[in-house]
């Protein structure tokens, strides 16, 4: 079965970087893309972007341009989000997802980054 | 970029009513809305792709119509384990875009 397992709980001061990871099982990892979607406490989901596990192309929300990276690492089936310049607005719970062109079908457990000095 | 409003923002209704809940897009999409439910700490979960195909999986309480920018989910028979928030979401140019979610429960 589908599954995406996401790296635990991190809590960061404003500035800083995180790295979640989104590992991924039960399909071929390069047939789909992947999908990172945040969302803050009490908030709405707000979608950061895509990569492709095919080939790495990435398209990013332009209102996270210049502050995120998205990556993969095929040998391990392993998605990774960094953002970087970490703000208190940036707390929230992010989502891994597989992409399916115009949907995402499968959701990793979530990761809760706690931005705060 | 495209928005996305929905309506109501938040219901409540009795088991065994309908519920219907309406997306709209300020542009044109065609019919790529989905609907995703979002349970109390819980990922989301996909219950409508394409506007109003049913995913696998899916009881067929759930529903959806609609294309350009009008679009409705509709629950045919609300249960308690439907309590929920409920989202629609866009595809468009590379991109998605989330409503701001209707949140259901029972009177």
């Known amino acids: 079965q589908v599954q995406l397992v996401q790296s635990g709980a991190e809590v960061k001061k404003p500035g800083a970087s995180v790295k979640v990871s989104c590992k991924a099982s039960?399909?071929?990892?390069?047939?789909?893309?992947i999908s990172w979607v945040r969302q803050a406490p009490g908030q709405g989901l707000e979608w950061m972007g895509w990569?492709?596990?095919?080939?790495?192309?990435?398209n990013y929300a332009q209102k996270l341009q210049g502050r995120v990276t998205m990556t993969t690492d095929t040998s391990t089936s392993t998605a990774y989000m960094e953002l970087r310049s970490l703000r208190s607005d940036d707390t929230a719970v992010y989502y891994c997802?597989?992409?399916?062109?115009?949907?995402?079908?499968?959701w990793g457990q979530g990761t809760l980054v706690t931005v705060s000095s | 970029d495209i928005q996305m409003t929905q309506s109501p923002s938040s219901l409540s209704a009795s088991v065994g009513d309908r519920v219907t809940i309406t997306c709209q897009a300020s542009?044109?999409?065609?019919?790529?809305l989905n609907w995703y439910q979002q349970k109390p700490g819980k990922a989301p979960k996909l219950l409508i792709y394409?506007?109003?195909n049913l995913e696998t999986g899916v009881p067929s309480r759930f529903s959806g119509s609609g294309s350009g920018t009008d679009f409705t989910f509709t629950i045919s028979s609300l249960q308690p384990e439907d309590i929920a928030t409920y989202y629609c979401?866009?595809?468009?140019?590379?991109?998605?875009?989330f409503g701001p979610g209707t949140k259901v429960d029972i009177k």
């Open positions: 997802a597989r992409d399916v062109v115009t949907k995402v079908d499968y």
């Open positions: 039960g399909y071929t990892f390069t047939s789909y893309g």
């Open positions: 394409d506007a109003s």
């Open positions: 542009q044109d999409i065609s019919n790529y």
């Open positions: 990569i492709s596990a095919y080939n790495g192309n990435t």
């Open positions: 979401q866009q595809y468009d140019n590379l991109q998605f875009t």
